[in-house]
């Protein structure tokens, strides 16, 4: 025996905001491993754009004997390139585990259990014609059933929001002219401070929608900014990137804070509730207990009347698998970005 997935669409309104999917799982035949592939569910949203929807997906275990081990849920590579799409959470026994980078991993169903799968849909333009945005989430099962359970997650967005997108009217573009790395940490003689080439490690710009007071960096508004490690590291490089939207912050006279952003870099590391300000940010060894010297300091320089401003941001390197590391973990990378606005 196989599996079956049971899917409810009670087709609720915009205003209802949440969809229920519930996936059964129906136990092997006795004796074998069972094994899934292909798609079992699909969901539609439709919603306005830069207006965030969310749906509910529950997987159940009918299995009453043995717990079902989900090694992860994440989209399927390349089919959420926008993200549009993203994972907030999965819940299981009420104990829920965040998202990192639309990724959840080792979750134990127990038998008879239920998953909760949190996913939200917030595109940045509207779709026109025949246009669908796309992708497809996999549950990962590694044990006793085998395989990839995929759910079809389909996105319109007929209208927009005013000042949607990254394009739109109120979007400040700035150009990278310069970039400066430190790794501190108190085993290494000195802070490494590294110069990137923006002409080789940079890819795009940055843009940051403005409205009145209030800011909100997008992940396409962030460049992708590739730091170089040491001979001998498992990588040869870094690709920083961000892979949700920032929460709403503030650019007022010139000066950026933005909070709560998290960074990916190559999908190895990925550190959360991180700052991004053009003001000053201060690590200790409270946070940090090998930052060299017991602190560090980094200083941004709010926008000026050449339309050059310098973010900074910073991270103290005590969550896996960078703190272990010698001469890294414990530490603080920050960096400083040189922007002019175009």
């Given at each position: 025996m196989g599996y079956e997935?049971?899917?409810?669409?009670?087709?609720?309104?915009?205003?209802?905001?949440?969809?229920?999917?519930?996936?059964?799982?129906?136990?092997?035949?006795?004796?074998?491993?069972p094994q899934v592939s292909g798609i079992v569910a699909k969901a539609s949203f439709e919603t306005v754009a830069c207006q965030p929807q969310e749906k509910t997906l529950k997987v159940r275990n009918n299995n009453a004997d043995e717990p079902q081990?989900?090694?992860?849920?994440?989209?399927?590579l390349g089919t959420n390139p926008d993200k549009y799409f993203k994972v907030i959470d999965v819940t299981v026994n009420n104990k829920t585990k965040s998202a990192v980078n639309d990724l959840v991993e080792e979750i134990q169903l127990p038998p008879g259990g239920v998953m909760t799968v949190k996913v939200q849909y917030n595109p940045k333009k509207v779709t026109t014609g025949d246009e669908v945005h796309k992708t497809y989430l996999d549950v990962v099962l590694n044990g006793p059933k085998l395989g990839v359970m995929q759910i079809e997650l389909d996105g319109t967005a007929p209208t927009a929001l005013e000042g949607c997108g990254a394009d739109s009217a109120n979007a400040q573009e700035f150009d990278v002219i310069a970039v400066k790395t430190t790794?501190?940490?108190?085993?290494?003689?000195?802070?490494?401070?590294?110069?990137?080439?923006?002409?080789?490690?940079?890819?795009?710009?940055?843009?940051?929608?403005?409205?009145?007071?209030?800011?909100?960096l997008p992940s396409t508004g962030w460049p992708t900014i590739t730091f170089p490690?040491?001979?001998?590291?498992?990588?040869?490089?870094?690709?920083?990137?961000?892979?949700?939207?920032?929460?709403e912050g503030t650019f007022i006279a010139g000066e950026l804070v933005l909070e709560g952003l998290t960074?990916?870099?190559?999908?190895?590391?990925?550190?959360?509730d991180l700052t991004l300000t053009t003001g000053s940010l201060t690590i200790t060894s409270e946070q940090a207990p090998n930052v060299a010297?017991?602190?560090?300091?980094?200083?941004?320089?709010?926008?000026?009347?050449?339309?050059?401003?310098?973010?900074?941001?910073?991270?103290?390197?005590?969550?896996?698998?960078?703190d272990t590391v010698a001469q890294v973990g414990g530490g603080v990378f920050g960096m400083e970005v040189k922007l002019k606005k175009k």
């Open positions: 997935a049971i899917v409810k669409h009670p087709f609720v309104k915009l205003a209802s905001w949440f969809l229920t999917s519930t996936l059964l799982l129906v136990a092997g035949c006795a004796g074998e491993a081990r989900v090694q992860g849920v994440l989209f399927e790794l501190s940490h108190k085993d290494l003689p000195a802070n490494v401070v590294s110069d990137l080439d923006v002409a080789t490690a940079v890819v795009g710009t940055f843009k940051l929608n403005v409205d009145g007071d209030k800011a909100v490690l040491p001979a001998g590291s498992p990588i040869s490089e870094l690709e920083i990137t961000l892979p949700d939207d920032s929460p960074f990916s870099g190559s999908n190895v590391v990925n550190l959360s010297g017991g602190t560090i300091t980094f200083t941004g320089s709010a926008l000026n009347d050449a339309g050059e401003m310098t973010v900074v941001i910073a991270a103290p390197l005590t969550k896996p698998p960078v």
